[in-house]
């Protein structure tokens, strides 16, 4: 029987195999990228990777998890030929095919962000400046409205309002539309939850 390891390890070389097919230099500027000799350089929010097909790598050398690797590949691999221009925001479950993932997100991101951070609205904002997060230019009234560039071509907003004597702290995560037209729905939801995890992380 396969491992799990062994399945991601196939997956990872498909992936690898399938960017054999992909000119770097004809996607670069579509994805907000750079080109250093046969590798390409994408930024995922504040850590930089290089992408060939040799393998993907963090700047120290080393491979960063599964579902980076994911996102990158599908990021380059699904790259429009014409740049979108549907730039409404919208919450996850507004996304193409995002139907049997919107529990995960809500649960995952949504509610891990407003539980861990409840009370605690301070070490949100400060989670969110080192996150690389700044004011969304956004007409809401939240106690909190940051947005983050996930990827060149996908940003995200996150509002928030912390808890009070009527109501528990609540998170929303949004999207621009033209996500969907970079990353399918799984990718989406795996960046929200980079999001949550990279928020507690610069907490501790």
């Known amino acids: 029987m396969q491992t ?5 390890e196939k997956t990872y070389q498909n992936y690898l195999e399938q960017l ?5 230099e004809s996607i670069a500027h579509n994805l907000g990228a750079k080109i250093e000799g046969d590798r390409i350089k994408i930024p995922l929010f504040i850590k930089e990777y290089t992408v060939s097909v ?3 790598a963090e700047l120290s050398g080393k491979k960063p998890a599964h579902d980076i690797c994911v996102i990158l590949c599908k990021y380059i691999l699904r790259c429009p030929h014409t740049p979108p221009k549907d730039n409404e925001w919208v919450s996850f479950r507004n996304l193409k095919d995002s139907g049997p ?32 997060g700044y004011p969304a230019d956004l007409e809401v009234k939240y106690d909190l409205a940051v947005q983050f560039d996930a ?23 949004l999207f621009e ?4 037209k ?10 929200g939850w980079q999001l949550s995890n990279h928020l507690r992380k610069a907490t501790k």
């Open 151 to 173: 990827l060149p071509k996908i940003p995200v907003i996150m509002l928030y309002n912390d808890v009070d004597e009527e109501f528990s702290a609540k998170c929303s995560v």
């Open 177 to 180: 539309s033209r996500a969907e």
């Open 101 to 132: 993932l919107i529990n995960y997100f809500t649960n995952d991101v949504e509610r891990a962000i407003g539980s861990y951070f409840s009370g605690r609205l301070n070490d949100l904002k400060k989670a969110s400046d080192i996150l690389g």
């Open 182 to 191: 970079y990353l399918d729905a799984e990718c989406i939801a795996m960046i």
């Open 20 to 24: 054999r097919e992909i000119s770097f």
């Open 4 to 8: 799990e390891e062994t399945v991601f």
């Open 54 to 56: 040799e393998g993907i």
